[in-house]
């Protein structure tokens, strides 16, 4: 397979007790919640890479425009022979613009959820870079993984795009942020993209797209429940939702139930009142500023923060 082709070493999370476990635990609260990482199964890898080439979702291409002119300024403070750490790689598409200018990569390590997404796309990076040695490692970067990286901290680069870290709550943001700068050690670099606070319309509508996208990849969450745990759940009798709370910061994504049902899982039921919801992924955005004070208190000093000339997206170089 492409995996040993390129040497995969490490075995994968324990996913499937852990999805079991934390779907079982997420339904039986009072108010319902799924961990956003497990939309990622293959089928949720390809539904988010749709997203991001949706018309309303401008994170990714903003984010791709602020890569593709800052790339050489990155390139000249990364310095030569570092080693790229990218956590949650996906399709490995924006990393291609830092390797197409650093000085002399050591490596790339792409570290991702999704294990045949991941082989596939190293291979493909792999095959389009021979210079470049890909090391993919299948993990759930939100815990800790084994990370054995050459040349010390001062030649490691993490990437980290996508705004991804809007993801976690800002405490487990800043308490996530501590713990890769102590992974890394004194030294190390993180590059990371953050989605900027802006007007609520703007924001409402890449959650919640023209073609339905989103409400797939939300829904898909559902439809993984049913393949993978014995799950009887009707996806239409459930709707996706998407809004922006203000005061939290935050786009909330959540699933609705149309009706009173109940539903199994691994045969165990579930209660749902008609418009209910389970609540299944939150997407912070920061001002500037916000986000380098939460860095900062993770112990990251902030060197260069790149944006859009629309000031939709942040993209951040940060020592640690
Ligand atoms: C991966 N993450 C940064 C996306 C976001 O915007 O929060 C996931 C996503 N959810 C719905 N659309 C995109």
């Known amino acids: 397979t492409a995996s040993r082709r390129i040497g995969m070493p490490a075995p994968g999370p324990d996913r ?4 079991l476990k934390d779907v079982l635990d997420g339904l039986g609260q009072a108010v319902k919640a799924l961990p956003a990482k497990h ?43 570092v ?67 050459k040349g010390g901290a001062e030649r490691t680069l993490a990437f980290f795009p996508g705004s991804t870290i809007g993801n976690f709550s800002p405490e487990e943001a800043r308490a996530f942020l501590a713990r890769l700068g102590r992974q890394l050690g004194g030294g190390g670099r993180l590059l990371i993209g953050v989605d900027l606070k802006k007007d609520i319309g703007r924001l409402e509508a890449a959650y919640n797209d023209a073609a339905g996208v989103t409400a797939a990849f939300n829904l898909n969450l559902l439809e993984r429940i ?45 209660r749902f009142q008609a418009g209910e919801t389970i609540h299944t992924e939150v997407s912070h ?7 380098r004070d939460l860095a900062a208190d993770a112990g990251w000093r902030a060197d260069e923060t790149w944006t859009d000339g629309d000031h939709l997206f942040s993209v951040h170089l940060l020592t640690f």
């Open 16 to 19: 499937d007790t852990e999805f």
């Open 39 to 81: 939309f990622y199964d293959q089928r949720g890898s390809r539904l988010f890479d749709r997203i991001c080439e949706l018309e309303e979702y401008y994170p990714t291409r903003t984010e791709t425009a602020i890569l593709a002119r800052y790339a050489g300024d990155i390139a000249g403070k990364a310095g030569r022979g």
């Open 83 to 149: 080693t790229l750490l990218e956590l949650g790689s996906g399709s490995s598409v924006k990393v291609r613009l830092l390797l197409d200018v650093l000085d002399e990569p050591a490596a790339y390590i792409p570290v991702d959820i999704s294990g045949a997404h991941l082989e596939a796309s190293a291979a493909r990076l792999a095959a389009d870079y021979p210079e470049i040695s890909v090391k993919p490692i299948h993990a759930d970067y939100t815990r800790p993984f084994p990370l054995a990286v």
């Open 226 to 270: 049913n393949r993978e745990l014995d799950g009887t759940f009707d996806l239409a009798a459930f709707a996706h939702r998407a809004f922006y709370d203000r005061d939290l910061g935050r786009i909330e994504m959540h699933l609705e139930s149309l009706k009173p049902q109940t539903v199994l899982v691994a045969g165990a039921p579930f």
């Open 285 to 291: 955005k920061y001002t500037v500023e916000e986000f």
